[in-house]
């Protein structure tokens, strides 16, 4: 019993339940945008009434299609999806690449196969070519 409370107390199990219950009441708002915002503006674009996409079926020998309510969540789906890439994968993007940006190298690439090397390495390891190193500099010291 132990092992299961510890299971359930995890960080990261705590965080994805919260982000299923956030997702899914987003999930909700985005269906009510395209019902409520978006399927009337394509009323007003086009003339006429306002479509109800759900009942726009086809028939083929005896079977409903409903590709209309497809179209729907197929809105939905992708007004979500620009809406997280734009409100939270553009942001961490950036604020990863700032935290990344003062990293020093650690890797150079080979200048005979291009292969990626450690910046200390003498010799290629991958096409054993002799490298020249360069001595590291050192803030605040002169050469003589």
């Not at 019993?1 to 708002?29: C, H």
């Not at 978006?38 to 005896?62: E, M």
């Not at 700032?98 to 890797?107: G, H, N």
Request: net charge neutral; aromatic share 10%; proline share 5%.
């Amino acid at each position: 019993m132990t092992g299961f409370k510890k299971f359930l107390m995890r960080g990261n199990l705590v965080e994805l339940a919260v982000a299923v219950v956030i997702g899914a009441a987003f999930s909700g708002l985005i269906e009510a945008l395209v019902a409520d915002v978006i399927t009337p503006l394509i009323a007003a674009a086009t003339g006429g009434s306002q479509p109800d996409f759900a009942k726009y079926t086809f028939t083929v020998n005896g079977s409903v299609f409903k590709y209309g309510d497809f179209v729907n969540h197929a809105l939905s789906f992708l007004i979500v999806a620009a809406v997280i890439y734009w409100l939270v994968v553009m942001p961490m993007t950036r604020l990863l690449s700032l935290f990344t940006k003062d990293k020093e190298a650690t890797e150079k690439q080979c200048p005979e196969c291009l292969s990626d090397i450690p910046v200390a390495a003498r010799r290629c390891a991958f096409c054993t070519a002799e490298l020249t190193v360069s001595a590291p500099i050192h803030p605040g010291r002169h050469s003589a």
